[in-house]
């Protein structure tokens, strides 16, 4: 009888087991993450053409878009995979922005799309620790523009110093379909960017 209960107890033990494994292989934060990410992208373009405003006139909080700097605007292009998608934080009263050769300083943290896992998305980079910016504690990080991912490139172009915004980079404008270090291929950024400084090429930053 004892031996029976012992045989019982180990056949339950292994099928839990199995069982255990088998949903925890079945469970992925980035399963499909390629139609996800272009759902994703999906919306937030419908968010724009919802509400539409351009660089100049976009209120605090409302999207507006930029065409890749390495585009022709006199051509349509897919709006989907052609555009970073930003939206105004803090704007400042400053003028001027950065050229493409000008080298920068920029607050920064950068996230994936939001998940069941991380809701608020992975952070996968960041240049500041504390839960929200604070320029006055914050260091930035010096960058040259022409370093930088199609999409932040584009956005800074039009910035002015004391802007922060909130970048959505659809894969094309991004790390593209290669996964890198964190991020996986296919990745929509979202990218919390402030441009502490700039200057021209071959003065001091």
């Known amino acids: 009888m004892k031996r029976i209960?012992?045989?019982?107890?180990?056949?339950?033990?292994?099928?839990?087991s199995f069982i255990s494994c088998k949903e925890t292989e079945a469970y992925d934060d980035k399963a499909d993450w390629e139609n996800r990410n272009r759902a994703f992208m999906e919306n937030?373009?419908?968010q724009y053409t919802?509400?539409?405003?351009?660089?100049?006139?976009?209120?605090?909080?409302?999207?507006f878009r930029l065409l890749s700097y390495k585009l022709d605007p006199s051509k349509d292009w897919d709006p989907l995979t052609s555009y970073v998608y930003c939206k105004v934080i803090e704007r400042s009263e400053n003028t001027g922005s950065p050229c493409f050769s000008d080298?920068?300083?920029?607050?920064?943290?950068?996230?994936?799309?939001?998940?069941?896992?991380?809701?608020?998305?992975?952070?996968i980079d960041q240049s500041y620790r504390t839960d929200k910016l604070n320029p006055e504690v914050n260091i930035?990080?010096?960058?040259?523009?022409?370093?930088l991912i199609e999409g932040v490139s584009t956005a800074l172009m039009y910035m002015h110093t004391g802007d922060t915004w909130l970048l959505y980079i659809p894969y094309q404008l991004g790390y593209g379909?290669?996964?890198?270090?964190?991020?996986?291929?296919y990745s929509t950024l979202l990218?919390?960017?402030?441009?502490?400084?700039?200057?021209?090429?071959?003065?001091?930053?």
């Open 5 to 16: 209960l012992a045989f019982s107890l180990t056949l339950l033990t292994a099928v839990f």
């Open 44 to 46: 937030v373009v419908s």
């Open 50 to 63: 919802a509400s539409p405003a351009n660089v100049a006139t976009a209120q605090e909080g409302q999207i």
């Open 103 to 123: 080298s920068v300083k920029i607050n920064y943290r950068v996230r994936l799309m939001p998940t069941d896992d991380y809701p608020q998305g992975q952070v």
């Open 140 to 147: 930035p990080y010096p960058f040259c523009i022409s370093g």
């Open 177 to 185: 379909t290669g996964a890198k270090s964190d991020i996986p291929a």
């Open 191 to 205: 990218f919390e960017v402030n441009l502490a400084g700039f200057a021209r090429t071959g003065a001091s930053l």
